[in-house]
């Protein structure tokens, strides 16, 4: 008879029992693995271990874009093995995984073309390895220079170290490290057991998407202790998440034109992205949102005043940024800083498994919004918006059409939640959570796909968190876009991805 | 060109002309009021679910930096705890961010516990190098829009600079990470003296959400002199902006 090698499920529904996911052969989980990603709807959402009953567990997640299902396939390691063959060189997008898995427990990847330190982490398993003792990649010619950056910046953003091997003017190669912002933060979600801990903990994974990861942890957290939510908080859900992105693009098209000089760009849109955060805050307190997103209830429902407030002001804010949006866009002296700059290919993009904005800036149809929906996104077509270029204006643009995208989102959303029954309770923190059970939960942020698994333990104690921010795929694809341009380019290239230090680190 | 103004006039004018007395919405979480009235058992309860330790189970005291404005207390015991939208709440010595029971008036620096050459050096030109040591990014943010177009610091001469040669000063975000540790240091000694130190933020007073983490290394904060603490998760733009002023004597 033929065992199945994995088990399926679906986003935020339904927790499994670990017991029922088959653990495979190494050999058979590495074929598996190697097969599925060879269908470009699959792609990988998270791969860990954690270590448990004295030995090594591995998780892998793999999202099948076309039917919304994921497949989680296992596999174990005694103690005495200390190795496994890479697939990274078949499946490039694994190779974050496969560095962080070697930084956290020791396991060696033979094949792995470089296994370079991640974060730091404080529990890693080399304490021998420091931020100082970078393994930095380096090329041997008299014709080159390098420049280091960081890991405090010039601007007022988050740390990291980023080293160009430029030959003149042009960019070689761009080596990227970060770890800097490394608080052990999924440690403190085991350690911290308290429930209000622990969505404070989600919001500051990074704060730019407090309602982003929030809303990550909330779900998980409902899917695991068994709560329903109704229908008109799924939909408050939605439309904060809706504001977060429309802020943050806002916000990017103010800083991509404050890079070239444009000033009137800069201050416009600066100004627009306070109104929406305002808003928020008019909702509940907080600019950024925090606060907003709680399992089983809400803290701050949404009322017929605060939604109307909404529509007030997105109606002003999508008008004003539209007609400066326009102008940004078609503007020659920023189209020539813009355009063919920073590009990343399709092939590249789907190779080491780009996602979020930046991917669907280069053609990739890559929205959990659609393909694997969550909250009232099941009740709701998304048509994600897709450019080709690939380039930083292609990523400008799309902040530009999605920022519109939503805020027609919002509006239908705002004209559901008025004809549901309003029944938001208070939020639940005497959760109990289902014991030795996984669960998975994904959101789409603004940046892209947010990915929290949890497993519990046999008294329901959270045993391992793992927490993935769309900025631990992308990251790299800044590194690609880099290559062959001016390191002149650098700051509109690293402002068009716009990528978290702080969900990285984590 | 045409264009161009056309959009500005459509715009019109967006800076906040009195910064100190600029309101924000009602539901902004600033400066707590505790009545003098709550009993044991309520302080026994608030201080058991507080996330961060921040409600003394002695007094009934919040300590503003400690507290990460989660609203989880107010919202328990309505009327005996709330947070008022007054965003005026930094200070220059640590001890003065507790709020007692029953203290309703508002929160002003203590002007004895600023050092004189702060005022006599950079009242009129203070320049300012941030460092994130492991912020959310929610404060740097928030620190980025005192600059902006709306709150417009650089009308004071207070202004974010790139490198720490040309500070007078800096303000910390974040609990302090390790790895971070001896980058901030550096930046620290790399500004000539005198200097200030600015703490930004929850996380960066007390380590907030974040304090007792393996993966922090606060010796910073111990070992150098701090001249203002702004509260806050984040810290509200003008919270920043008003502790600045007033540390100025503005």
Redesign the interface.
Known sequence: MNHPSYIELKNGISPIMTTDVPVIEYDIFYEKVRELLIDKSNHCLSYYCYAFAGRLKFICCIADDNTGIIRLLSHEMRPDNTTLKALTPFCPSIHIFEREIHENHGVEFPGHPWLKPVR????RADRMSV??NYPFYEIESEELHEVGVG??H??????GHFRFICNGEKVLHLEIQL??????IE??FVDKG?A??RC??AE?????T?VGHGLAHAQLIESLAGIEVCEALQIERCIALEMERIAVHI?DTAALSGDVAYQ?GQ??C??LR?MVI?TT????????G??LVRPGGS??PLTEETAGEILKVLEEVER?YE??TG?IYTLPSVLGRFEDIGRVTRPQAESIGVVGMAARSCGIVRDIRRTHPFQYYRNFEINPVTLEAGDVLARGMLRALEVKASAGIIRALIDSWRKTEKSVG?PV?NYKLRPGSFAISLTEGWRGEICHTVVTDSEGNVLHYKVKDPSQHNWMALALAVRNQEISDFPVCNKSFNL???GH?L | MLKEIRILTDHGKQYIPDLRKQPVSERFRGRPVISEVITREEIEKVAAICPVNAIDRRNGSIDLGRCTFCNECALMLPGTIGFTNDYRIAASRRGDLVVMTGQTEVLRLDETAVRKEIRRLFRRSLKLRQVSAGGDNSCEMELAASCNVNFDLGRFGIEFVASPRHADGIVITGPVTENMSEALEICYKAVPSPKVIILVGTDSISGGLFEGSPALQRGFIDRHPVDLYVPGNPAHPLTFINGVMDLLGL
């Open positions: 730091y982490p404080h529990d931020m100082d890991p405090i010039a601007g007022v953003i988050e740390p770890g800097y912002q490394h608080r052990g440690r403190l308290d209000l801990q404070l903990l500051n994974i990074a704060g730019d407090a916000g009137l201050v416009t600066e100004a306070t305002n805050q008019f909702w509940c307190g907080n600019r950024f925090k606060g803290n701050y004003r007609n400066v102008r208070r923190y978290s230090y702080c680190d």
